[in-house]
């Protein structure tokens, strides 16, 4: 769809307040018929404006498009994922604007144009986020592939994205005319680069100075990596190459790193407000970056995005409101038992009927359902539940019926995260006759939501320290699901043992031991959610409550956000 003209249509112009805040993303997740996202820093980064919408934060989403998507994922008889471009049409969906932006790469000029997309709150406020596209026939083709494909490519690639992203995305919305921008918030190094167009935005060069503290007080950066091989670095060879000489050398390895160009110091460098995402996350990235103040603002979902429907007509009888003010759904201790029951059941049945229509998997809808869903990389240990097959076969033949259903996309060059898909193929036949085990092709947004609205209890293993927050086990909990998870990342916090749910391990440990982790599982499920599910359900159905009462309430990006807001937002 192109642009009438007068674009920045009356709803455009309500997010043109004082104190507008800037979001700046490598991935932003707005509908799922725009597969410009990986997992879940794009579900977050959408979750946020779907917030700051409903709650009239003047806010404006940046981030790339992506015509051939992050990948369409098949998985064949052995086990291997095949990979595919994920097709879409952006004219379907988004506004084309008429205006245009330039950056150099190379020392080529970059043209760039921005496609729109309005997400709408509960009240009606709106926030613009804009997509920045360089497929125009002007560029060369190299240049025109660099909005193709989502973390695609080699370092030079990257760069030249992050370039656009961050130095094209400032760019851009001056063009569109926003002229009182507060905060620029970078979710993940990945936009640090904004810092760098704003510092020579700001500086008075003739007096050699470059307005660091000016840029500073602008600058917000949320952290989101627990480790350091996370980081993007690139060698200041690569960067004087793809970037010339955006500011003096000397000035840019002071601020990002002497030896190479660290995206995360340059943006710890040049930001007042800096966060990790959970409490524990806080803590482990203070211990990676000394001598930084980072503080912690907990992930959460957008509540109204995440409950599926048979939870939402439940709350919407028992806690009307709950959308705007998710708070409120620690009011789900006053919803009847067989209500939830029932309300569970008709979402665990159409899981089930789709796993069977999809993999012929012959899944029971009164058996115990495990999920785990998150992107298949190894220190996620989605094969951790196979650690004893032994064991696990005689826990589901004397406690009760287990079925396990996983799904999660491997990136193309993580050959571990594509072993451990083969794994789990591999492991559900050898132990199909006692216990059933499906993989979903292509985790998508959609099938999140099934997964995370339709089994009954939230599997999650990472190695610790790598988990920063996760959000699906949050998903979860909006639908009475109780999570079952390493205590690492958010469920530090959100774990009351027995009451939302179970730890696996200790908090004692700092280090993830496969043995010790692998004994709790499979000791929990034997001796307490087993026996508690299929015996005591009543205290089942208590612990879904408290799942929503407690976690649900508190884990949603309405409370995240104004956190960010308060922190952050409103620094002077």
Known sequence: MEAKKGYLWEQTECTKKENTIAYFSMEICVDSGIPTYSGGLGILAGDTIRSSADLGVPMIGMTLLYKKGYLKQTIDQQGYQQESPEEWDPQEVLTLLPDQVQVEIEQRIVRIQAWMYMVRGIDGDVIPVYFLDTDIPENCDYDRSLSYYLYGGDEKYRLAQETILGIGGVRMLKELGFQDISRYHMNEGHASLLALELLSQHAHQEENQWGIEQVKKMCVFTTHTPVPAGIDQFSYELVRQVLGEPIPY???????????????????????????????????????????????????????????????????????????????????????????????????????????????????????????????????????????????????????????????????????????????????????????????????????????????????????????????????????????????????????????????????????????????????????????????????????????????????????????????????
Request: net charge positive; charged share 25%; glycine share 6%.
């Open 250 to 572: 000397d000035l840019l390895k002071n601020l990002g790193g002497a030896d190479r160009l660290n995206m995360t110091q340059l943006a710890l460098n040049l930001s007042h407000f800096i966060n990790g995402v959970a409490k524990r996350h806080g803590m482990v990235s203070r211990e990676m970056f000394p001598g930084y103040h980072i503080d912690s603002i907990t992930n959460g979902v957008h509540s109204a995005t995440w409950t599926g429907k048979y939870f939402s007509k439940l709350y919407d009888q028992y806690i009307p409101g709950w959308k705007s003010d998710p708070f409120s759904l620690r009011y789900a201790l006053n919803i009847p038992d067989n209500e939830v029951r029932d309300a569970h059941q008709k979402a665990k049945e159409e899981l089930i009927d789709y796993i069977n229509r999809q993999n012929d998997s012959e899944f029971n809808k009164d058996s115990f359902t495990i999920g785990f869903a998150r992107r298949a990389t190894a220190y996620k240990r989605a094969d951790l539940i196979f650690y004893d097959l032994n064991r696990l076969i005689d826990i589901a033949r004397r406690k009760g019926k287990i079925q396990f259903v996983f799904a999660g996309k491997a990136h193309p060059k993580d050959y571990s995260g594509k072993e451990l898909i083969q794994k789990i193929i591999h492991k559900s036949k050898q132990i199909n006759k006692y216990i059933k085990i499906t993989y979903l092709e292509n985790y998508n947004m959609d099938l999140g939501k099934m997964l995370t609205t339709g089994v009954d209890l939230w599997l999650n293993t990472p190695r610790k320290p790598k988990e920063a927050s996760g959000t699906s086990g949050m998903k979860a909990a909006h639908n009475g699901i109780p999570s079952f998870s390493i205590l690492d990342g958010w469920w530090v916090e959100g774990c009351i043992e027995g009451i939302t749910g179970w730890s696996i391990g200790s908090t004692a440990n700092t280090q993830s031991i496969d043995q010790e982790e692998a004994d709790s599982l499979y000791q929990k499920l034997e001796i307490n959610i087993l026996p508690t599910y299929y015996h005591r359900q009543n205290q089942w159905i208590n612990i879904m409550r408290h799942c929503i009462a407690i976690n649900a309430s508190f884990f949603n990006t309405h409370r995240m956000v104004l956190q960010y807001v308060s922190n952050a937002y409103l620094y002077r």
